[in-house]
C-alpha cells in the first residue's frame, strides 16, 4: 500500500497554529459562542510562520481608497485583509421603501451545483417567508455555467418589480451592469455570497480568499514548507473559484519548495472530487504530501486516497463538513485546517441586510464581508463530535452566531439600534 508521508503535527503544534490570525483579523483564538452571546465566535489564526515565509498568511491592505473601513471598529477593517474588491459608499444609503410593509422579493440564483448553494438558497426562502415577504419570482439557470440564462432571468426578475432582489451572481462582471438597472429601477439589490464590484449592489459574503489563504497556510506548514501538492479546483472560471484560487497563490507565491503535481476538478461536489482524485492518483502511484482545493470537497477527497490505499494527506478543508471534521478527530494526529460552512446562517443574514435597506436603516458601505471561522486542531473538538457519520456532507456550520452576529451587523447601517 503506497503511503503519502507528512509530519506529524503535534497537540502543541496545533495550539500554535491556532492562536495567530490575531494580526489579520483583530479577534482572538476561536471557541464556539455561548448560545446567548451576540458576539460570535473569533476566527483563529493557522499561520505561526514568520510573514513572507512559507506558511505564513499574507497581508494585503484593504482595496479601500477613500478610507471608509476607518469608520469601522478595527477587527472588522481588518477582516478585509486580500478581499480584491473595492469598498465603497452604498448607493442606497439614504434609501428607504415608500412601503411600511408587505415587501416583495425576487431570488435570481445558482441551480443547487454544491450542498452550500442548496442550503443558502433554501435559507433565503424561508426567511424571506418567516419575515412576511412575498417571493414574487424564483429564478436559477440550469447550469451554474449558463451565465447568458441567468441575465436573461434577472432581467425578467427586474421587469416583475419587487421591493427587493436577491442575486447569487455566477459571473459578477456581468452583473455590474444589472445592478446598475436595479438602482435605475429604484429596487435595491443585495448580492448573495458572491459580491458584485458595484456602488449599487449590496454584497453579503464571507472573505473567501482570506479563508482560503489560511486554511492553505496552515496546510504547507504542516509540510514543513516542503513537498508536492495536487490542486482540486471548483467550477473553472466561476467567482467562487477564482476567489479561492487567489488565496491558494498568495500562500504559494511563499513556498518554493512546494510543487504543484497536479489540478483535478471537482464541481465543487464531493462525489465527482473523488472520481477525479482517484483517477489522478492512479496515474501517479506517489501520492503527494497534501491537497489544496476550492472548497466543500473534503470529504471526497479523503475517500479518493483511502479508495486507492494511500494514507490521506494534509487536506486545506474550506467549507468543512460534519463527515470530515468528525474523521479528523477521530485521527488526533492529522493536522486539520477547516473553516465553518454557515449557510443557513448566511441565507438569514442576506434577508436580514435586505430588509434593512427596505426600512432605511442605510447601509454605510457596497461590500458587508465576514471573515471565516477557522477550525483547527485546536477548536476541533469544541466544534464537531466523533458519533458523526465520517460521510456526512452536512456543513460543519458553527454557532449561527459565528457569522454576521446582530451586532456585528450593526456596525455596517447608519440608523441601526446598537
Request: proline share 9%; with cysteine.
Amino acid at each position: 500500500m503506497t503511503k503519502t508521508s507528512f509530519p506529524r503535527f503535534s497537540t502543541e503544534g496545533a495550539a500554535i497554529l491556532g492562536v495567530s490570525a490575531l494580526v489579520l483579523t483583530g479577534c482572538s483564538a476561536s471557541a464556539p459562542a455561548a448560545p446567548d452571546s451576540s458576539a460570535g465566535a473569533a476566527p483563529a489564526q493557522v499561520s505561526p510562520a514568520a510573514a513572507g515565509t512559507c506558511g505564513s498568511v499574507p497581508t494585503d491592505a484593504a482595496n479601500d481608497p477613500n478610507g471608509l473601513l476607518a469608520d469601522f471598529p478595527e477587527e472588522i477593517a481588518e477582516g478585509y485583509n486580500l478581499y480584491p474588491y473595492e469598498i465603497r459608499k452604498s448607493a442606497w444609503a439614504g434609501y428607504k421603501s415608500p412601503k411600511e410593509g408587505g415587501f416583495t422579493a425576487a431570488i435570481v440564483g445558482m441551480p443547487p451545483a454544491s450542498p452550500f448553494i442548496a442550503s443558502m438558497s433554501e435559507a433565503i426562502r424561508t426567511s424571506l417567508q418567516d419575515n412576511g415577504v412575498k417571493i414574487v419570482g424564483d429564478f436559477a439557470p440550469d447550469d451554474p455555467s449558463n451565465v447568458p440564462l441567468q441575465l436573461q432571468q434577472f432581467n425578467e426578475a427586474l421587469s416583475l418589480k419587487p421591493d427587493v432582489i436577491i442575486y447569487t451572481a455566477i459571473a459578477p462582471q456581468p452583473s455590474v451592469g444589472l445592478a446598475k438597472a436595479a438602482h435605475d429601477a429604484g429596487i435595491p439589490l443585495v448580492a448573495a455570497q458572491i459580491p458584485i464590484d458595484s456602488e449599487f449592489a449590496v454584497s453579503v459574503t464571507r472573505n473567501t480568499p482570506l479563508a482560503v489563504a489560511q486554511v492553505t497556510a496552515g496546510t504547507v506548514g504542516a509540510l514543513g514548507g516542503k513537498g508536492t501538492v495536487l490542486r482540486v479546483e471548483g467550477i473553472p472560471g466561476i467567482p467562487a473559484s477564482t476567489f479561492a484560487n487567489m488565496g491558494i497563490d498568495a500562500v504559494l507565491k511563499n513556498c518554493p519548495e512546494i510543487k504543484v503535481a497536479g489540478s483535478v476538478t471537482g464541481f465543487f461536489q464531493p462525489a465527482t472530487a473523488q472520481v477525479e482524485v482517484q483517477k489522478f492518483l492512479a496515474t501517479n502511484p506517489a501520492g503527494v504530501d497534501g491537497v489544496l482545493q476550492a472548497g466543500t470537497m473534503g470529504v471526497g477527497i479523503r475517500n479518493a486516497f483511502e479508495e486507492s490505499g494511500m494514507e490521506v494527506p494534509p487536506i486545506a478543508d474550506d467549507g468543512s463538513s460534519h463527515g470530515f471534521s468528525s474523521w479528523a478527530l477521530a485521527n488526533p494526529d492529522y493536522p486539520f485546517f477547516g473553516t465553518t460552512t454557515p449557510s443557513v446562517r448566511t441565507g438569514e443574514a442576506v434577508v436580514d441586510v435586505a430588509l434593512r435597506i427596505l426600512k432605511g436603516d442605510g447601509p454605510k458601505i457596497n461590500q458587508i464581508v465576514q471573515p471565516s471561522v477557522i477550525v483547527s486542531r485546536e477548536n476541533l473538538a469544541t466544534m464537531a463530535d466523533r458519533s458523526w457519520n465520517h460521510n456526512d456532507l452536512t456543513d460543519l456550520a458553527g454557532a449561527p452566531e459565528d457569522y454576521l452576529p446582530i451586532d456585528r451587523l450593526n456596525e455596517f447601517f447608519t440608523q441601526s439600534d446598537k
